[in-house]
Every structure is written in C-alpha cells, then in structure tokens.
C-alpha cells in the first residue's frame, strides 16, 4: 500500500529552489520574496500567543430600598406564617454567625407578605440587575453595544426561553452575528467558567471584544419549606451582578487593566457524594429548595487541593514546587513524617492577591487555614461577604472591586480569582496587573471604602433573648 508523507515545514527555512517549486517554476525573483514574505507572515501569527485581557468590569449595587436589615428578614419570614418556630430559630442562628451585614439586599418581591414568587417578578429581578449592569459598563467605557463581538451570560438557578443572553441582544440592539452563549446550572463557580470560555473564543477569534454577564436569581428559588438543609440558601445568597468586558486585540492593551495569565478548571462530577453535596432539590412536602449537605466542606477540600496541584505547576517558583515535591516524597514513600505536617506550598509566592468567592464564612475561613492566609489576604473577601453577601458567580468581581477601591492593584501585581460550585467544581484564574488601576466613580465600594475594613464579630444577636 503506498503511504503519503506529509512534511511540515517552517517558511523561514525553505532554499530558494524549494520556495520556487511551492510557487511554480515560472516565477520571478519578485514573486519569489513576495511569497516569503506571505509565509513569514503567516508562520509568524500561528506562533505568536494571543493575549487576552480584562478591559474593565462593573458590578450591582442595589438601591438602599432593596437593604434587608437581619432583624427585618427574620420579621418578615415569622410575618409570613409559612415556617414554624423551630425553622425561624434556625435561620437565625445561622443569620447571627454567618459574617453578613444589615447592608445586603434582596428583591422587594421577597420582602413582601405573603411572599411573591413568580415568573413575572425573576424577571424583574434578572433584567434589574443583569441590564444595570451592562449600562453601566457600557457607558463608562464610552462604547457601543454593536461593538460587541461575543455574548457570555451565566446564571444558575434561571434559565428562561428566549435565554437571557438573547434578552441582554435584544434590550441592546447588538449585532445579529454576535456568538452568544447562556450558562445555566453551573453554580458559583460559573463566573470563573464565563473566564475561561470568553478566553478560548478570544483566541479562536483574535481581536475580538466579549462581554461577561454573572449573576443569580432569588425570586422563584427562596426556599419556603422546613428542610434545614435547603433554608441555609436563604441566609446566604443575596441580590448581585457583574458585568466583565473582555478583548484579545493588542490595541486594547494600553486601556487594559489586566492579562489573563491562567484559568484552571475542576470538577468531581462523577463522584456521587460530590455531585450531591448542592442539589435542586424538593423536600418531603413537594417543596422546591437548593440543598446544602454537611459533606460540603469536606468535598470542597478535596476539589481545592485538585484545583491547585494543577495550578501550582503554572504559577509557583521552582524552589516551592522542588521543596512540595521532596516533601512529597518522604510523606508518601519513605512516611518518615506525619500526613499533618505536609507541607503546603507558599502560594502567595505567586499572588500579591486573592479573591475568594464569598461561599459564606466557612468558606473563606477553610482557604485561610488551608493556604495559610493572613487577615490581610482575605479582607476583600471577607468585606465582600459582610456587605453584599454572597452574590454567587459575581463575588469574585466585587472582591476585586475592593482591592481597587483600596488602590491596592499596582502594575506587576498578580491577583488569584477562585470559586467553588455546585457539581462539584472549583475554578480558579490568575491576571497580572498591567498598570496602575485607580479607582472611578462606577466603582461601587467607593462612597464608603473609608470606612473599611470593618471589625465583623463572629456572633451577632439580632433577636432577644
């Protein structure tokens, strides 16, 4: 059987007769160099590494008409008649430990009585946030929504016909052969996903702009049943979006603020228990919840360290990367020490910054501990639990949002975005600050960034005794 060979071959070494059999004996010396220049060209766009970079971002705040004081929310649900005792005494224990401030805010829908949940008032909700946002970005970029070359909108718990990425095209009026995608069902850990597909399209389609769109819907999913499991969604999760702008066109470089270094994705999907741990669920009484098992923590443990044994190769010296695998070694083979004191790379060796997805004080507290964290590491975190609570996929953003307001991002600095979600995923995605970023006026932290950080007790009475 007769076999082809074929030859792959770099323009910049072919010998003149080479080249001119490629372009046919006839041509003249002219062409010859003409076409190597063309090759060169060619050979020299495949290899060179498209970049991609974070233009700007923006992100919801709520009207002070939307704030839920704690005492209100616990008002509100004993109001509403639906829940015994025993239920509204749960809640608001976890309230009183949970790190969350009286600033956070909810839908009015939810805040009335008795409770409305319907289509007509998610809708609201999600175009409320989802179009403030995109105005805002838009606007303060000076930019057109017909410039806007891919469409990326994620959110969990809504996925409604037509998708809301097609409502964001039609509120817009943006081009009709914008590549738009709708995430749905991805959890918390969907804003670091939108990162990581915007960045894959970015570099098929060199010199486009994308746009991020991250939030989650409260309406139709508040929990109104007994199961303790699915009522902790209700202490935690709170109205929030962001808006992310996207480019992979090296003119945007000089008005960027950040360059994509890495995104690195994970996630035990197969494993049952993992796959279980967060679940739409309904409860005994036929009631629609989002549950939150014990195993949780445990799993997300295990998903960190995934995470991160694929991160660490990326982004750590080698001197951390020599001294992890030594220890390594002698933990697993030689077991001359205790599996408690492996040792644990220094990874801020390779960030100045980290941006944790606001999960809720568990959460921030587990990263802490296991990536030995100072107070100072977890602040944007931390203060973006206390004020906005957990605003799902967006949180990353607003932990950003305060290390700007801070004016803490300064040219080389490298910040770590990671979150974790329901499946079970944890995603993480580094950028490197390409120039001084100060803070504007569409900066939602900063009318009152003076005042942080704040001292957040572990325990706050919102009931008496």
């Not at 074929?6 to 010998?15: D, G, K, M």
């Not at 991160?311 to 205790?338: A, C, R, T, W």
Request: net charge positive; glycine share 4%.
């Amino acid at each position: 059987m007769n076999q082809t060979t074929i030859h792959r071959v770099s323009p910049i070494s072919l010998t003149m007769s080479e080249l001119k059999t490629l372009l046919g004996s006839g041509g003249s010396v002219f062409e010859i160099f003409a076409g190597l220049l063309v090759l060169h060209l060619i050979y020299q766009r495949i290899r060179t590494r498209v970049k991609v970079y974070l233009l700007d971002f923006t992100c919801y705040r709520a009207p002070d008409s939307n704030r839920v004081p704690m005492s209100t929310l616990i008002e509100t649900i004993y109001l509403d008649d639906k829940l015994d005792q025993e239920s509204i005494d749960f809640q608001a224990r976890v309230l009183e430990r949970s790190w969350l401030s009286n600033q956070t805010s909810i839908p009015p829908s939810l805040m009335e009585i008795p409770l409305k949940k319907s289509l007509s008032s998610v809708q609201i909700e999600t175009m409320t946030t989802i179009f403030t946002s995109v105005e805002d970005l838009l606007k303060k970029n000076k930019l057109s929504p017909r410039s806007i070359d891919i469409l990326i909108t994620n959110c969990s718990l809504h996925s409604p016909t037509p998708s809301l990425s097609a409502m964001v095209i039609n509120k817009f009026h943006m081009r009709s052969n914008i590549k738009s995608f709708n995430l749905s069902g991805m959890g918390c850990a969907a804003g670091v996903l939108s990162v990581g597909l915007a960045n894959d399209l970015l570099k098929v389609h060199r010199g486009s702009l994308a746009l991020i769109i991250s939030t989650e819907a409260l309406n139709t999913h508040w929990y109104i049943g007994k199961d303790r499991s699915m009522l902790l969604t209700n202490c935690l999760f709170r109205m929030g979006a962001a808006a992310i702008l996207m480019s992979s066109d090296n003119h945007d470089r000089g008005n960027a603020k950040y360059e994509l270094l890495h995104v690195v994705r994970t996630n035990k999907a197969k494993d049952d228990r993992a796959c279980r741990c967060i679940y739409q669920d309904i409860d005994s009484e036929e009631k629609q919840g989002v549950s939150i098992t014990k195993d949780v923590i445990s799993v997300a443990g295990d998903m960190l360290k995934m995470n991160l044994t694929s991160l660490g190769p990326l982004v750590l010296p080698y001197l951390e990367q020599f001294q992890y695998v030594i220890q390594h070694i002698l933990n697993k083979k030689l077991k001359i020490y205790k599996s408690s004191s492996s040792y644990t790379p220094n990874f801020k060796t390779a960030f100045e910054h980290f941006c944790i997805h606001t999960g809720g004080r568990a959460v921030i507290q587990a990263m802490e501990m296991n990536l030995n964290l100072t107070k100072e590491d977890i602040e944007p975190s931390k203060m973006t639990l206390h004020r906005f609570g957990n605003t799902s996929s967006s949180s990353i953003w607003y932990a950003l949002s305060y290390l700007e307001a801070k004016r803490r991002m300064k040219e080389g600095d490298r910040v770590l975005q990671i979150a974790f979600g329901s499946g079970f995923k944890c995603n993480s995605a580094v950028w490197r600050c390409i120039r001084q970023v100060e803070p504007n006026t569409e900066n939602k932290w900063l009318d009152f960034i003076d005042s942080y950080p704040v001292d957040v007790p572990d325990s706050t009475k919102i009931r008496p005794d």
